[in-house]
T-cell receptor, first 112, second 116 residues
Framework: DTGVSQDPRHKITKRGQNVTFRCDPISEHNRLYWYRQTLGQGPEFLTYFQNEAQLEKSRLLSDRFSAERPKGSFSTLEIQRTEQGDSAMYLC??????????FGQGTRLTVV | AQTVTQSQPEMSVQEAETVTLSCTYDTSESDYYLFWYKQPPSRQMILVIRQEAYKQQNATENRFSVNFQKAAKSFSLKISDSQLGDAAMYFCAYRISNFGNEKLTFGTGTRLTIIP
């Protein structure tokens, strides 16, 4: 499978715990995006990487959130001290320059 | 800031009939792209069709076509000969044309139901 892969697909965690999600983009794509989608809403932009550089972060990305893309390959999104409001689908997308974005299946986070 | 509005939370259509999903957007940019994405239940979002703002001709992809009205900032999706597999959430999305951060701004979506 050469599409965008996200792991895990589902995560249930207790409030206050830390969680980490992984995204493996399409191999030749240098652009990687994280979005958050809550129930009944469209995806909202969180952050953007070009190769290994994180070039933009949304104000939605509080200081409890951190994202990395070491070596410009896979990316991780970590949420520290999770809150119930963090419950959402976290989507990863990748793209080459000037091309459409391809999305992964997402990680659904439930904070209990 | 750019915004995308989808005023139809839900739509339904009989199988084999035609349905139109509405989308309006607001931007001060002159060069941008518009998209329709499909998100089936528990499956990944896939691109249905895309329109470059500088092109006057409306994009078509098989049974899917758009009506792009740049002056009115309107971008509707027409699905002809609806099929059961078309049932999904449909999101209208926008991005500016540059080679930097090509982040997408999405609408709130329209849930399309196909009636057999």
């Amino acid at each position: 499978d050469t599409g965008v892969s996200q792991d895990p697909r589902h995560k249930i965690t207790k409030r206050g715990q830390n969680v980490t999600f992984r995204c493996d983009p399409i191999s030749e794509h240098n652009r990687l995006y994280w979005y958050r989608q809550t129930l009944g809403q469209g995806p909202e932009f969180l952050t953007y990487f070009q190769n290994e550089a994180q070039l933009e972060k949304s104000r939605l990305l509080s200081d409890r959130f951190s994202a990395e893309r070491p070596k410009g390959s896979f990316s991780t999104l970590e949420i520290q001290r999770t809150e119930q409001g963090d419950s959402a689908m976290y989507l990863c997308a990748s793209a080459a320059r000037g091309t459409e974005a391809f999305f992964g299946q997402g990680t659904r986070l439930t904070v209990v | 800031a750019q915004t995308v509005t989808q005023s139809q939370p839900e739509m339904s259509v009989q199988e084999a009939e035609t349905v139109t999903l509405s989308c309006t957007y607001d931007t001060s940019e002159s060069d941008y792209y518009l998209f329709w994405y499909k998100q089936p239940p528990s499956r990944q979002m896939i691109l249905v069709i895309r329109q470059e703002a500088y092109k006057q001709q409306n994009a078509t992809e098989n049974r899917f076509s758009v009506n792009f009205q740049k002056a009115a900032k309107s971008f509707s999706l027409k699905i002809s000969d609806s099929q059961l597999g078309d049932a999904a959430m449909y999101f209208c999305a926008y991005r500016i044309s540059n080679f930097g951060n090509e982040k997408l701004t999405f609408g709130t979506g329209t849930r399309l139901t196909i009636i057999p």
